[in-house]
């Protein structure tokens, strides 16, 4: 059971997320979501690619935990995959808080390769509809986040 005090918790009532000690396991994908709020909208290539990692991670866990489904998982990511939750300004900065709070508790201390396997997935996101240099790059708020989640992750760091 999470407490209900929880700073983690807490932020994710305030976005409407349904967090419960299953769901609480889909958390580390949270920066994702952040990247892909970036520019004020979620492609729909971006959300092809969150719900894959998704689906890749439920694979792994459900063997030893079958209460983590993809149908869990889906139904707690649906709220922030919704068009009017990425421009609003609030819930961005909701959601920024919230990702703060799951890198120092729960990504952070975990392994080095876990970190740089998010980031990874992070920066896959962010250059979702670059097709070539010459095309575009990365908006200037996907840079940004990019670069103190790297800094977050302590990803400049040898590995331990």
């Given at each position: 059971m999470i407490p209900e005090d929880d700073p983690i918790a807490l932020l994710c009532r305030e976005l409407g997320l349904d967090l419960d000690c299953y769901s609480f396991q889909f958390l580390w994908l949270m920066?994702?979501?952040?990247?892909?709020?970036?520019?004020?909208r979620c492609q729909k290539e971006e959300v092809e690619t969150l719900l894959h990692y998704v689906d890749r991670f439920v694979a792994l866990v459900n063997p030893d935990v079958?209460?983590?489904?993809?149908?869990?998982?889906?139904?707690?990511?649906?709220?922030?995959?919704?068009?009017?939750?990425?421009?609003?300004?609030?819930?961005?900065?909701?959601?920024?808080?919230?990702?703060?709070?799951?890198?120092?508790?729960?990504?952070?201390?975990a392994r080095h390769d876990k970190r740089l396997y998010l980031f990874q997935i992070c920066r896959e996101v962010?250059?979702?509809?670059?097709?070539s240099a010459a095309d575009r790059l990365i908006s200037a708020e996907?840079?940004?986040?990019?670069?103190?989640l790297f800094k977050a992750l302590r990803l400049g760091e040898k590995a331990r």
């Amino acid at each position: 059971m999470i407490p209900e005090d929880d700073p983690i918790a807490l932020l994710c009532r305030e976005l409407g997320l349904d967090l419960d000690c299953y769901s609480f396991q889909f958390l580390w994908l949270m920066p994702i979501i952040e990247v892909m709020w970036a520019d004020g909208r979620c492609q729909k290539e971006e959300v092809e690619t969150l719900l894959h990692y998704v689906d890749r991670f439920v694979a792994l866990v459900n063997p030893d935990v079958p209460e983590i489904t993809t149908e869990r998982a889906r139904r707690f990511f649906l709220p922030l995959l919704e068009y009017s939750a990425a421009v609003d300004r609030s819930q961005r900065k909701r959601l920024a808080r919230l990702v703060d709070q799951i890198i120092h508790d729960v990504v952070e201390p975990a392994r080095h390769d876990k970190r740089l396997y998010l980031f990874q997935i992070c920066r896959e996101v962010a250059h979702i509809g670059v097709k070539s240099a010459a095309d575009r790059l990365i908006s200037a708020e996907e840079e940004r986040l990019l670069m103190e989640l790297f800094k977050a992750l302590r990803l400049g760091e040898k590995a331990r």
